[in-house]
């Protein structure tokens, strides 16, 4: 019976054991989970003023290209083509600017912004 008794010592002791390096890896590996998060988190919220700043830039070059249209769709209209003739004489200087000419300063616009974003990165990196 002695033989029994420290065969099944022996296998409590080797279960005790695999379940402890189990638990233990198991810790182990939740441990660098959280350590990655938490240096996830640490990088977005370092990144945060830099997405603030891009996007700003973005969203200003957006909405400068559609007021330039409805400003360009406003002043195209019949009443305001008479009214500045009346007011100025010049049919040229009434003269709303074209597709190609907004084109071309809605690309003006994105290269400044372009300019202004490497400027960003610049600054926050």
């Known amino acids: 019976m002695d033989h029994k008794k420290i065969i099944v010592l022996v ?19 939740n441990k ?4 990655l998060e938490e240096r996830a988190q640490l990088d977005q919220l370092a ?9 700003e830039i973005n969203n200003n070059a957006e909405s ?4 330039n249209r409805e400003l360009a769709i406003s002043i195209s209209s019949p009443e305001s083509q ?7 004489g010049d049919k040229e200087y009434c003269k709303p600017p074209s597709f ?3 084109q071309i300063e809605a690309e ?3 290269a400044k912004a372009k300019i202004d ?3 960003c990165y610049k600054r926050y990196k």
């Open 64 to 67: 400068e290209i559609k007021r």
């Open 82 to 88: 008479k009214e500045c003739i009346s007011s100025t």
């Open 100 to 102: 190609q000419e907004l």
């Open 108 to 110: 003006q616009i994105r």
């Open 32 to 35: 660098e989970k959280a350590i």
């Open 11 to 29: 296998v409590v002791i080797f279960l005790a054991l695999v379940g402890y390096k189990i638990i233990s890896s198991s810790i182990q590996e």
């Open 47 to 55: 990144k945060e003023p830099l997405n603030q700043c891009i996007d």
């Open 117 to 119: 974003r490497e400027e």
